[in-house]
């Protein structure tokens, strides 16, 4: 009989601010492929840290057989993935909201995929033959041909799952962890991804772990479950078991008293009310020889709620930064705002405080741990961080907003201490908080449970009843879209 791959006895972190609620027992089995599972904020990624020593447990507490591998450090045979749409390193911090779209910030220095692709396939093994091979094969499945010569800045949010993916598999680990890898992917390309890792755990001995807020994206190679609830590790259980007795997705989470809070909030005397919230007019984008958006016309007229859509690099987020003036080629498009011609003289920041936004990059951004409530606060102001204090009156409105996010007491807590999800929330509460005339939300249930995925649609459809709000929102994901959507546009990625 077979050691168990991992096994964790009563396990306890050594640093008591990071224990869970509960010791720790869990094995993993040859063979097995695990989906970790549970509410924002029940301890998903804390758990995988004592799994890969990153929170290293108390001795005699777990053990390693990686058989048939030869490596013998746990860092050469567990590979994490956090997919947290990096640009550069996991711990770099020069990273802003619109360097994904400045063309000035593109120069000799900057990689290209394929030579970030090429740095990665090296320093994770020799240069043979049935290694390139390898990489070929991986590069084909995941076709990433059209990207090799990309600026790594410019990807988009899923083909940066892509590049990282890909370049963690040069490694070609025992177990490799991934959280959350099927957000920000089409549809196509999650099938795809699906697809392929069953085909390398089969032909790789690679057994894969992911961590999973939506429970619905459990793929079918999965063999066993693995749920945490309040800092506690439940026992392991198949994953037929789990489908037939999980809870059923929630129809309705916000309260009758938040949602009349929100119908009863007053109108603004200082909202712009145009007719035409948005004017776009033979609109093109490129980067070099690579055109993003080409030629496209579109107005949003005031009340209308579209959902945005298309491929991963179809530039759907690059359309959403013209709006925002997050991009510097808007200036040199035909496009109006609210009535207001770009560079006609309206100062953008005028513009902004009608415009509630939040999406990957703008999660990506934010690396500073302030108390989350003053991450709210930000959005009164149009910053990243803080630099202005609000007065009491707006810290209240921000803490009427956490409240009806599902954040009601964690308003002093510092955001890179909070979850993903947890942080997602605050983000969505920072757009909603100045009340904007257009709300423009880039795929914001990014890693939210079930039960948050509903009360951000429940507070999105709430909002949208009230006289003088446009939606604009982009999601891979035709069930998160809101009842309240009117229209539709998808992009095509021009190659």
């Given at each position: 009989m077979q050691e168990p791959v991992i096994r964790l006895t009563k396990g306890v972190t050594k640093n008591p601010e990071w224990a869970m609620a509960q010791p720790v027992d869990f094995t993993l089995e040859p063979g097995e492929h695990i989906a970790i599972v549970g509410p924002n904020g029940s301890g998903k990624t804390m758990f995988v840290d004592m799994l890969t020593g990153k929170h290293p447990v108390l001795p005699q507490t777990i053990e390693y057989h990686f058989a048939p591998s030869e490596k013998?450090?746990?860092?050469?045979?567990?590979?994490?993935?956090?997919?947290?749409?990096?640009?550069?390193g996991d711990n770099d911090r020069t990273y802003f909201l619109q360097q994904r779209w400045n063309q000035m910030e593109i120069d000799a220095e900057t990689p290209t995929v394929e030579a970030k692709l090429e740095e990665a396939f090296m320093w994770a093994g020799n240069d043979t033959p049935e290694r390139r091979e390898y990489q070929r094969h991986l590069y084909q499945l995941f076709a990433m041909e059209h990207l090799l010569d990309k600026y790594i800045i410019l990807l988009?949010?899923?083909?940066?799952?892509?590049?990282?993916?890909?370049?963690?598999?040069?490694?070609?680990?025992?177990?490799?962890?991934?959280?959350?890898?099927?957000?920000?992917?089409?549809?196509?390309?999650?099938?795809?991804?699906?697809?392929?890792?069953?085909?390398?755990?089969?032909e790789r001995a690679l057994q894969l772990m992911l961590v999973l807020s939506k429970s619905d994206d459990i793929p079918p190679f999965i063999t066993h479950i693995v749920e945490l609830n309040d800092g506690v590790v439940r026992p392991k259980m198949t994953r037929d078991d789990y489908l037939a007795h999980r809870a059923p997705f929630p129809q309705r989470v916000l309260s009758e008293d938040d949602e009349q809070a929100i119908l009863?909030?007053?109108?603004?005397?200082?909202?712009?009310?145009?007719?035409?919230?948005?004017?776009?007019?033979?609109?093109?984008?490129?980067?070099?020889?690579?055109?993003?958006?080409?030629?496209?016309?579109?107005?949003?007229?005031?009340?209308?709620?579209?959902?945005?859509?298309g491929q991963n690099g179809s530039g759907k987020s690059t359309l959403l930064s013209l709006i925002c003036a997050d991009n510097p080629q808007s200036y040199a498009c035909d496009i109006a705002l609210f009535g207001f011609q770009r560079g006609s003289g309206e100062s953008i920041w005028d513009i902004k405080k009608h415009i509630g936004y939040v999406s990957p990059e703008m999660h990506r951004a934010y690396q500073k741990d302030?108390?989350?409530?003053?991450?709210?606060?930000?959005?009164?102001?149009?910053?990243?961080?803080?630099?202005?204090?609000p007065e009491p009156q707006e810290y209240e409105v921000c803490r009427r907003w956490m409240d009806i996010?599902?954040?009601?007491?964690?308003?002093?807590?510092?955001?890179?201490?909070?979850?993903?999800?947890?942080?997602?929330?605050?983000?969505?509460?920072?757009?909603?908080?100045?009340?904007?005339?257009?709300?423009?939300?880039?795929?914001p249930l990014h890693g939210l449970d079930n039960r948050n995925r509903r009360l951000v649609k429940d507070v999105i459809e709430t909002f949208c009843q009230r006289r003088n709000k446009t939606l604009i929102m982009v999601t891979h994901y035709q069930e998160e879209l809101p009842r309240c959507i009117t229209h539709s546009l998808f992009l095509e990625r021009h190659t």
């Amino acid at each position: 009989m077979q050691e168990p791959v991992i096994r964790l006895t009563k396990g306890v972190t050594k640093n008591p601010e990071w224990a869970m609620a509960q010791p720790v027992d869990f094995t993993l089995e040859p063979g097995e492929h695990i989906a970790i599972v549970g509410p924002n904020g029940s301890g998903k990624t804390m758990f995988v840290d004592m799994l890969t020593g990153k929170h290293p447990v108390l001795p005699q507490t777990i053990e390693y057989h990686f058989a048939p591998s030869e490596k013998t450090l746990v860092s050469d045979n567990i590979k994490y993935i956090a997919f947290r749409d990096t640009y550069g390193g996991d711990n770099d911090r020069t990273y802003f909201l619109q360097q994904r779209w400045n063309q000035m910030e593109i120069d000799a220095e900057t990689p290209t995929v394929e030579a970030k692709l090429e740095e990665a396939f090296m320093w994770a093994g020799n240069d043979t033959p049935e290694r390139r091979e390898y990489q070929r094969h991986l590069y084909q499945l995941f076709a990433m041909e059209h990207l090799l010569d990309k600026y790594i800045i410019l990807l988009s949010s899923g083909e940066l799952r892509k590049f990282k993916l890909v370049s963690t598999l040069f490694c070609e680990p025992r177990i490799l962890i991934m959280d959350n890898p099927f957000i920000g992917l089409d549809a196509g390309t999650r099938d795809q991804l699906s697809t392929l890792l069953d085909t390398l755990s089969k032909e790789r001995a690679l057994q894969l772990m992911l961590v999973l807020s939506k429970s619905d994206d459990i793929p079918p190679f999965i063999t066993h479950i693995v749920e945490l609830n309040d800092g506690v590790v439940r026992p392991k259980m198949t994953r037929d078991d789990y489908l037939a007795h999980r809870a059923p997705f929630p129809q309705r989470v916000l309260s009758e008293d938040d949602e009349q809070a929100i119908l009863s909030l007053p109108d603004s005397d200082q909202d712009y009310h145009a007719d035409e919230v948005i004017r776009m007019n033979e609109v093109t984008i490129r980067y070099g020889k690579r055109t993003i958006i080409k030629d496209l016309n579109w107005t949003v007229k005031n009340g209308e709620r579209w959902a945005l859509s298309g491929q991963n690099g179809s530039g759907k987020s690059t359309l959403l930064s013209l709006i925002c003036a997050d991009n510097p080629q808007s200036y040199a498009c035909d496009i109006a705002l609210f009535g207001f011609q770009r560079g006609s003289g309206e100062s953008i920041w005028d513009i902004k405080k009608h415009i509630g936004y939040v999406s990957p990059e703008m999660h990506r951004a934010y690396q500073k741990d302030l108390p989350a409530i003053r991450i709210v606060a930000s959005g009164l102001k149009d910053s990243v961080g803080l630099y202005v204090k609000p007065e009491p009156q707006e810290y209240e409105v921000c803490r009427r907003w956490m409240d009806i996010f599902g954040l009601k007491g964690m308003y002093d807590r510092p955001f890179l201490k909070l979850s993903s999800g947890e942080q997602r929330l605050v983000l969505i509460a920072r757009a909603f908080v100045k009340d904007p005339e257009l709300l423009i939300l880039d795929e914001p249930l990014h890693g939210l449970d079930n039960r948050n995925r509903r009360l951000v649609k429940d507070v999105i459809e709430t909002f949208c009843q009230r006289r003088n709000k446009t939606l604009i929102m982009v999601t891979h994901y035709q069930e998160e879209l809101p009842r309240c959507i009117t229209h539709s546009l998808f992009l095509e990625r021009h190659t």
